[in-house]
C-alpha cells in the first residue's frame, strides 16, 4: 500500500491532508440509479440500496467484508469501500462493466 501524505498550513493551525492508496477506489458514473442498480446486479453480490441525502449506498451482504458502494449522483463519483481483498476484485469487475456502458 502507497500513502501519501500532503500538509499546508492555515491560520487555525496544521492542516493535514492524508491521501491513502488502497483504502477506497474512485470511479464515475453520471447514469440514472435504476441503471447503476443494474450494473452493480452484475457483479453477483448481494445488496441492498439505501438512500443517505446526497448519495445513495450498496450494502452488500456477504457478512464478511464490510463492502460498501457510495454513489454520489450529482457528480457522479462511486467510491467502494470495505475489506481489500473483496473490494479489489469488485472494482475490477466494476470498473470492466462500467467501461462497456461507456462504450
Known amino acids: 500500500m502507497t500513502t501519501s501524505v500532503k500538509q499546508s498550513r492555515q491560520r487555525s493551525g496544521l492542516?493535514?491532508?492524508?491521501?491513502v492508496t488502497g483504502l477506497l477506489s474512485l470511479m464515475k458514473f453520471n447514469g440514472t440509479l435504476i441503471s447503476?442498480?443494474?450494473?452493480?446486479?452484475?457483479?453477483?453480490?448481494?445488496?441492498r440500496w439505501v438512500h443517505k441525502g446526497a448519495y445513495e449506498i450498496a450494502i452488500f451482504e456477504d457478512e464478511v467484508s464490510n463492502l460498501k458502494l457510495n454513489w454520489w449522483p450529482s457528480t457522479g463519483?462511486?467510491?467502494?469501500?470495505?475489506?481489500?481483498?473483496?473490494?479489489d476484485d469488485a472494482v475490477k469487475k466494476?470498473?470492466?462493466?462500467?467501461?462497456?456502458v461507456a462504450s
Open 15 to 19: 492542516n493535514l491532508k492524508f491521501n
Open 36 to 47: 447503476l442498480k443494474d450494473i452493480v446486479n452484475k457483479l453477483d453480490r448481494p445488496c
Open 77 to 87: 463519483e462511486i467510491r467502494l469501500v470495505g475489506d481489500p481483498e473483496v473490494r
Open 94 to 100: 466494476l470498473t470492466q462493466l462500467l467501461a462497456e
